[in-house]
């Protein structure tokens, strides 16, 4: 993570297999209390299960399986929308075998970093 790491920028979001993120939570006193920071909050709000590193928010993902732990700086990262897929509805359409109306809503995008060193994969953890 230091590598990472740049005057006082850093990674502020770590993402780990949900094997890893067990083990991690197993070596935590179990009658500790681990209180959030604002950010780790907020992606408990958004209803993920969140410890803390350092006062890094850590998440499991479960298609991250790997063996990966990725420590991410989420100032570097950018969202970019397609102009003609942003949220675009499709409108109802009625199916051939149903007696109901469906509909599309479309989106397209690109995650994309501008500073790649602000980001870490650390690797060699168990997969199983």
């Known amino acids: 993570m230091r590598t990472a790491t740049h005057k006082q920028s850093?990674?502020?979001l770590i993402v780990l297999p949900q094997l890893i993120w067990d083990?991690?939570?197993a070596t935590l006193q179990a009658s500790a209390r681990y209180p959030k920071t604002g950010r780790g909050q907020k992606i408990a709000?958004?209803?993920?299960n969140v410890l803390e590193f350092r006062n890094i928010?850590?998440?499991?993902?479960?298609?991250?399986?790997?063996?990966?732990?990725?420590?991410?700086?989420?100032?570097?990262?950018?969202?970019y929308l397609h102009p003609n897929k942003n949220f675009k509805f499709t409108g109802f359409k009625?199916?051939?075998?149903?007696?109901?109306?469906?509909?599309?809503?479309l989106v397209k995008l690109q995650l994309a970093l501008n500073n790649r060193r602000m980001h870490y994969k650390y690797s060699g953890f168990p997969t199983s």
């Open 10 to 12: 850093k990674p502020n």
């Open 23 to 25: 083990i991690y939570e």
């Open 45 to 48: 709000d958004a209803g993920f």
């Open 57 to 79: 928010p850590v998440v499991a993902d479960e298609i991250c399986t790997a063996g990966y732990v990725y420590f991410l700086n989420t100032e570097f990262m950018t969202i």
């Open 94 to 105: 009625v199916p051939t075998n149903q007696d109901g109306r469906i509909g599309q809503i």
